[in-house]
């Protein structure tokens, strides 16, 4: 009989320990409380899965000395600790467990909702520490009435909201990715207009950490928000600007704070601290018996299965069996994902269906082209929830259809992949190649044939073809101090051009508002690749 060795480098629910102990297959080493450099080097080169947490860093030095590795659990939803692309590059797929903590990180939030609304940690400790019995000083204010923005609504934001309707609250939900029945089936209001949440009373986020929602909240929309708005992040740090937060706070125009993450973990010097007018807890999203019995059970599950062969829950990464594929394709795949990412930035909206073509030898493998180009698309909205191994599930789940095709030969190019993304709002089709020199290339956006690098911070400004566009464009770019890289161009029978510019530096939503009122604009997107 074979067995597999599973290695848990650190501590999860004993139940959890429990299958790994009690399965025939499984040679078991509890290694939570070995040092870590005997960890890595004695005993992780043994292992066939390993389970990981906060505490162990799945890093280059991890990855050296995991030579019999399949899998890596990672016992939670955040993967900050794990080197995936590192993994993916020795073939060790890296799992998490993303709904294990749901209920708990609900919970939290209604936790700091309820706090900041009656000030109870702060009247806990006037009497219980300070012992002073001064009832006037405590006055609170009330849930019910008051309007809760929810930003994110998925897996988290829509049982925050359920509850808080619960406590008679009116709820306006902002995601532009999923589709607005989600919300208005509950009778609650979906929005478009993220000026929408920034009028609300309370304002909760639920969004996964990328470059769309990083800063999403910051000095501008601060100063848009109600006198005495209340804030809540109980989801990731960095979300809300930690500085403009600071000063919100400080001069009153956010009434009250709740924050269990920030930017920078452990949070002890944190500035935030030292304000009176915030609750917050060291990152306890995920700190209920419950939940930790639910990731310690599902993590060794998920262990047990990718030990065995038998299945990779939650992969996070694809490795590519190389021996199994001609060496072209792999770049093919990895150039998929970038402009499926790359549609779903320019045509942000809930998404309708995703539809691939290869042409030319790459024909042979649009099957798992069109799993790349899903997870690309999805993940900005989808976040940790989306991988390889279930984007056709969570795609199916979502009512997207997904569609794949081989072309035959392309005319121009060797080889031509095209991926089409209908959302709500319209569609966005985008065709790339690699050509000999190995640099992946845009061939074509929307009907414009234009040739321009895959890489980059770029700007797509669609316009009507009339003179003075480009001089106007430079000059915008310049007076906000954005530096152009490069500078594509081309136009149709239409009497429509396509710039495609490539930038040295961010550009902000200012600069971007200030392109789009240029008057020959017909629509402006921006893109981080």
């Not at 392309?410 to 020199?437: H, M, P, Q, R």
Request: with cysteine; charged share 20%.
């Amino acid at each position: 009989m074979q067995k597999y060795t599973v290695v848990v480098c650190d501590h999860i629910h004993e139940a959890g320990l429990k299958m790994l102990e009690n399965d025939e297959n499984i040679n078991f080493i509890m290694a939570a409380d070995e040092p870590k450099d005997k960890l890595v080097s004695e005993i992780i080169p043994q292992a066939d899965v390993a389970i990981t947490r906060s505490s162990t860093d799945v890093d280059a030095n991890f990855i050296a000395h995991a030579k019999n590795m399949k899998a890596i659990v990672r016992a939670g939803v955040g993967v900050d600790n794990v080197d995936i692309p590192g993994c993916s590059k020795e073939g060790i797929i890296v799992m998490n467990v993303p709904t294990a903590n749901t209920i708990a990180a609900v919970e939290l939030t209604m936790t700091h909702m309820l706090s900041c609304m009656r000030m109870f940690p702060y009247s806990h400790d006037h009497l219980k520490n300070q012992r002073i019995w001064k009832r006037e000083k405590w006055y609170g204010h009330e849930l019910k009435g008051k309007k809760l923005g929810v930003i994110g609504f998925g897996n988290i934001g829509s049982r925050v909201a359920k509850r808080a309707k619960a406590f008679e609250m009116d709820i306006v939900a902002y995601d532009p990715y999923i589709h607005p029945s989600k919300v208005t089936d509950l009778d609650m209001t979906y929005t478009k207009n993220f000026d929408d949440i920034l009028a609300c009373d309370l304002i909760t986020i639920h969004t996964p950490k990328n470059q769309e929602t990083i800063g999403i909240i910051g000095e501008a929309e601060i100063a848009k928000m109600k006198d005495g708005v209340v804030l809540i992040n109980c989801a990731r740090g960095d979300l809300y600007n930690e500085d403009a937060l600071y000063n919100g706070l400080k001069s009153g125009k956010i009434r009250f704070a709740g924050i269990d993450v920030f930017g920078k973990e452990p949070a002890t010097d944190n500035k935030l601290l030292d304000l009176d007018n915030i609750v917050v807890s060291p990152h306890l999203g995920a700190n209920t018996y419950e939940s930790q019995y639910n990731i310690g059970t599902q993590a060794a599950e998920n262990a047990i299965a990718a030990a065995k062969g038998i299945a990779y829950p939650n992969a996070m990464n694809l490795p590519i069996d190389e021996s199994k594929i001609p060496a072209f394709v792999k770049p093919f795949l990895e150039m998929g994902q970038k402009i499926g990412f790359l549609a779903s930035q320019m045509n942000k909206s809930q998404i309708v269906s995703i539809k691939i073509s290869g042409q030319g030898e790459i024909g042979e493998y649009v099957d798992s082209l069109s799993t790349f180009v899903t997870v690309g698309a999805m993940s900005q909205s989808a976040g940790d929830k989306i991988n390889y191994v279930n984007a056709d599930f969570v795609a199916k789940e979502k009512g997207i259809e997904i569609e794949a095709e081989s072309l035959g030969d392309s005319t121009v190019y060797k080889n031509l992949i095209t991926a089409k993304l209908t959302t709500a709002e319209g569609t966005t089709t985008i065709s790339a190649t690699i050509f000999d020199d190995g640099v992946q290339r845009i061939t074509a956006i929307d009907g414009f044939d234009i040739e321009v690098a895959l890489k980059g911070d770029m700007i797509l400004f669609k316009n009507s073809d009339v003179p003075g566009v480009i001089g106007s464009i430079g000059t915008t770019l310049a007076s906000n101090n954005v530096n152009i890289a490069d500078f594509s161009l081309a136009r149709n029978n239409n009497k429509e051009a396509l710039a495609v510019i490539l930038v040295d530096d961010a550009v902000n939503d200012a600069t971007l508002e200030q392109l789009s009122n240029l008057e020959a604009c017909l629509s402006v997107s921006y893109a981080k690749l």
